[in-house]
Nanobody, 123 residues
Framework: QVQLVESGGKLVQAGGSLRLSCAAS????????MAWYRQAPGNERGLVAS???????NYVDSVKGRFTISRDNAKNTVYLQMNSLKPEDTAVYYC?????????????????WGQGTQVTVSS
């Protein structure tokens, strides 16, 4: 069994900063790409940032220059540093990861989601 557990979400004023963390635990063989998504009320869940196992990053245009995704492979953890926060960043932030697990005698890549952490930015 594998779990992704996010932390770090809270209420912050516009212009402030937050760091989200997501730790993977369980029967993990390896971890591929990791990512952060967000979903605001009435909106679909959308990609915020992603990072490959080699450290290549990708960001949605609206957060470029403000958010930084990073990972600590030794801790099976991905981070999202969010600076210069805006009210429109308010959303539930979800962690996502492709995780290698044993399925019987075969190694398979399974996509997992965390439970989400609320980020609220007040104006």
């Amino acid at each position: 069994q594998v779990q992704l557990v996010e932390s770090g979400g809270k209420l912050v004023q516009a212009g402030g900063s937050l760091r989200l963390s997501c730790a993977a635990s369980g029967s993990i063989v390896n971890i591929g790409a990791m990512a952060w998504y967000r979903q605001a009320p009435g909106n679909e869940r959308g990609l915020v940032a992603s990072i490959t196992s080699f450290g290549t990053t990708n960001y949605v245009d609206s957060v470029k220059g403000r958010f930084t995704i990073s990972r600590d492979n030794a801790k099976n953890t991905v981070y999202l540093q969010m600076n210069s926060l805006k009210p429109e960043d308010t959303a539930v932030y979800y962690c996502n990861a492709d995780i290698g697990v044993w399925r019987g005698v075969k190694l398979g890549l399974v996509n997992y989601w965390g439970q989400g952490t609320q980020v609220t930015v007040s104006s």
